[in-house]
């Protein structure tokens, strides 16, 4: 298998490479792509070195798959010429994911939509996926009719400058700002860009790409996203109305035998969910659980993952291993 990895030099490029590395994919060539200023650079895969290149050479090469993770603005201009010549894409940015034409998929919960024809497929943004990660197994037992969420989101989220500004804070380093306040000591309200209802883009994408990932269009839900001054890992805190009743031991017993969720629920011994304990980690992690007393059918969660693992990287890789699987390459 031919491979290609746009924006290979980037915070979730870099975890890409750590998990296709142990991956089940029979990689025999792989292709890494970056911008300009980094073309010639060498990057080691499974202890070959290889060189960054240009997304033109790396289409004359025919990759079978390519993982795009190098922002909005080039995928829309690569992304349909790479599936035009027959590339499975897996991209990661925000400018597929609403397409009604593109697959939006977490491979748990929705892989079985993905048919041989669909080209460019969509990687769902990193909070919607350690959410919906939950939110599913659940919906599939008892119906569920509204969702309230407030995020806690890690720097990583924006990229290596809003890393770098965070750390140049705490050492009292002036420096480049990824952020229009300082993020040390501090929590934003604001994540993406706000629009004309108010909400942020990234709490609209996690409305809309909800929605789509289970396949309900009116599912009433509401979200506030925060930037906070951790390194790695998003947190969530989750309200969820059922239909019917339910009750912690049921919520926790249908979690614990979920794919990918791994339950951490016993607040006498301070056993929950936090980032740093999931760091490096694929499996999406859920404490906290218990009854919303203020509502019928309520139920609260803390939901914590590496948004550059399971929120980003791994669920490539994972649609990737589907794809080959399935037979779609070389098939």
Request: aromatic letters at 8%; glycine letters at 6%; one cysteine or more.
């Given at each position: 298998?031919?491979?290609?990895?746009?924006?290979?030099?980037?915070?979730?490029g870099?975890?890409?490479?750590?998990v296709?590395?142990?991956?089940?994919?029979?990689?025999?060539?792989?292709?890494?792509?970056?911008?300009?200023?980094?073309?010639?650079?060498?990057?080691?895969?499974?202890?070959?070195?290889?060189?960054?290149?240009?997304?033109?050479?790396?289409?004359?090469?025919?990759p079978?798959?390519?993982?795009?993770?190098?922002?909005r603005?080039?995928?829309?201009?690569?992304?349909?010429?790479?599936?035009?010549?027959?590339?499975?894409?897996?991209?990661?940015?925000?400018?597929?994911?609403?397409?009604?034409?593109?697959?939006?998929?977490?491979?748990?919960?929705?892989?079985?939509?993905?048919?041989?024809?669909?080209?460019?497929?969509?990687?769902?943004?990193?909070?919607?996926?350690?959410?919906?990660?939950?939110?599913?197994?659940?919906?599939r037992?008892n119906?569920?009719?509204r969702?309230?969420?407030?995020?806690?989101?890690?720097?990583?989220?924006?990229?290596?400058?809003?890393?770098?500004?965070?750390?140049?804070?705490?050492?009292?380093?002036?420096?480049?700002?990824a952020?229009p306040?300082?993020?040390d000591?501090?929590?934003?309200?604001?994540?993406?860009?706000?629009?004309?209802?108010?909400?942020?883009?990234?709490?609209?994408?996690?409305?809309?790409?909800?929605r789509?990932?289970?396949?309900?269009?009116?599912?009433?839900?509401?979200?506030?996203?925060?930037?906070?001054?951790?390194?790695?890992?998003?947190?969530?805190?989750?309200?969820?109305?059922?239909?019917?009743?339910?009750?912690?031991?049921e919520?926790?017993?249908?979690?614990?035998?979920?794919?990918?969720?791994?339950?951490?629920?016993?607040?006498?011994?301070?056993?929950?969910?936090?980032?740093?304990?999931?760091?490096?980690?694929?499996?999406?992690?859920?404490?906290?659980?218990?009854m919303?007393?203020?509502?019928?059918?309520?139920?609260?969660?803390?939901?914590?993952?590496?948004?550059?693992?399971?929120?980003?990287?791994?669920?490539?890789v994972?649609?990737?291993?589907?794809?080959?699987?399935?037979?779609?390459v070389?098939?």
């Open positions: 298998m031919k491979f290609c990895l746009v924006g290979a030099t980037g915070l979730v870099c975890e890409i490479i750590k296709l590395e142990n991956s089940g994919l029979p990689v025999s060539e792989f292709y890494p792509v970056a911008s300009a200023r980094t073309l010639g650079k060498p990057l080691k895969f499974k202890g070959k070195d290889y060189f960054v290149m240009s997304p033109e050479e790396a289409l004359s090469l025919k079978n798959i390519a993982i795009f993770s190098a922002g603005d080039p995928s829309l201009q690569y992304a349909p010429r790479f599936s035009e010549a027959g590339v499975y894409v897996i991209d990661n940015s925000s400018a597929w994911r609403m397409d009604p034409k593109v697959p939006l998929v977490v491979p748990e919960i929705n892989s079985s939509i993905l048919k041989k024809t669909d080209y460019i497929i969509a990687n769902p943004n990193c909070s919607t996926i350690q959410m919906v990660m939950v939110l599913n197994p659940l919906h037992i119906k569920i009719k969702i309230v969420v407030s995020t806690y989101q890690s720097v990583t989220g924006t990229g290596i400058k809003a890393v770098k500004q965070l750390q140049n804070e705490r050492a009292g380093i002036e420096g480049e700002k952020y306040y300082q993020i000591l501090n929590v934003i309200p604001h994540i993406d860009l706000f629009q004309p209802n108010g909400y942020s883009k990234e709490e609209m994408k996690m409305i809309n790409e909800t789509k990932i289970m396949d309900e269009p009116q599912l009433p839900i509401t979200s506030t996203t925060v930037r906070i001054p951790v390194l790695g890992g998003h947190s969530e805190s989750v309200n969820i109305e059922f239909e019917a009743p339910i009750s912690v031991e919520v926790r017993k249908v979690l614990s035998r979920s794919q990918g969720v791994v339950v951490m629920d016993n607040p006498a011994e301070n056993i929950y969910p936090m980032p740093l304990m999931a760091a490096g980690k694929d499996e999406v992690f859920v404490g906290r659980i218990r919303d007393e203020s509502i019928t059918n309520g139920i609260n969660l803390w939901i914590v993952a590496d948004n550059l693992r399971k929120g980003a990287a791994t669920n490539a994972q649609i990737a291993e589907y794809i080959f699987k399935q037979g779609f070389n098939g």
